[in-house]
């Protein structure tokens, strides 16, 4: 069974771009989580999303949005980008609420 | 709001020994999920064990088994016979029955000397 995919792995910009992240759930899986791993600050929920639709959000600025899409795959949006949105961004999923979350391998980026 | 505290920055372990990890929590709900993960030098997040608030008996995964103490808020890991293997920064995990986040603690980076 494939894991939990991402891509890209690594993606550098530069200050006020945008930046696009994408995730694959796990077959079967229908939740997708999106966490930021930055240094010194651990890892930090972002965005939840379960069926297509956005059911919680972590304390973020709206800059920071995503989707589901019909096949559970999903999307992270990071706009205006800042030189502190650099981290490690993570994107898990699960087969439902309040059960484990099987992660992917992240992506890493870099904002100059 | 919940909270994870880890309150070991770094843990050493000499190869085939014992360790154990700590891990505390602060919560007002009464059922809440725990968890501990592994995350290797190559950033892949592992899931090593699971706990239900619920149940009374402590979860075992082979070599790796944690000591739940609801009313002390305590979830700490036992790791037995450690392997090179082992070596990674292990972060304690608190879901709460209604929610859908998992509330991280700072991580202990485990190493292991052969």
């Known amino acids: 069974e494939a894991g939990v995919t991402q891509s890209p792995t690594h993606l550098i910009k530069t200050r006020g771009q945008q930046a696009t992240l994408r995730c694959s759930p796990i077959?079967?899986?229908?939740?997708v989580y999106w966490y930021q791993q930055a240094l010194g600050l651990g890892l930090q929920f972002l965005l939840w999303?379960?069926?297509?639709?956005?059911?919680n959000r972590g304390n973020f600025p709206p800059r920071f949005s995503g989707r589901q899409f019909p096949n559970y795959s999903s999307e992270l949006n990071v706009n205006a980008l800042e030189l502190e949105d650099s981290a490690l961004y993570l994107c898990?999923?699960?087969?439902?609420?309040?059960?484990?979350?099987?992660f992917g391998p992240g992506t890493r980026l870099t904002v100059t | 709001a919940q909270t994870v505290t880890q309150s070991q920055p770094e843990m050493s372990v000499q190869e085939a020994e014992t360790v154990t990890l700590s891990c505390t929590y602060d919560?007002?709900?009464?059922?809440?999920?725990l968890f501990w993960y592994k995350q290797p030098p190559s950033r892949q997040m592992i899931l090593v064990i699971r706990?239900?608030?619920?149940?009374?008996q402590n979860a075992t995964e082979n070599r790796f088994s944690v000591n739940f103490q609801k009313a002390a808020k305590s979830f700490s890991l036992k790791i037995s016979d450690s392997q090179l293997g082992d070596a990674a920064m292990y972060f304690c995990?608190?879901?709460?029955?209604?929610?859908?986040?998992?509330?991280f603690g700072a991580g202990t980076i485990l190493r292991v000397k052969s």
């Open positions: 898990a999923s699960s087969t439902g609420r309040r059960l484990e979350q099987y």
């Open positions: 077959s079967g899986h229908t939740s």
């Open positions: 999303y379960d069926e297509g639709e956005e059911r």
């Open positions: 919560t007002s709900e009464s059922d809440y999920y």
């Open positions: 706990q239900e608030a619920y149940k009374q």
């Open positions: 995990a608190y879901s709460p029955e209604y929610g859908n986040k998992l509330v």
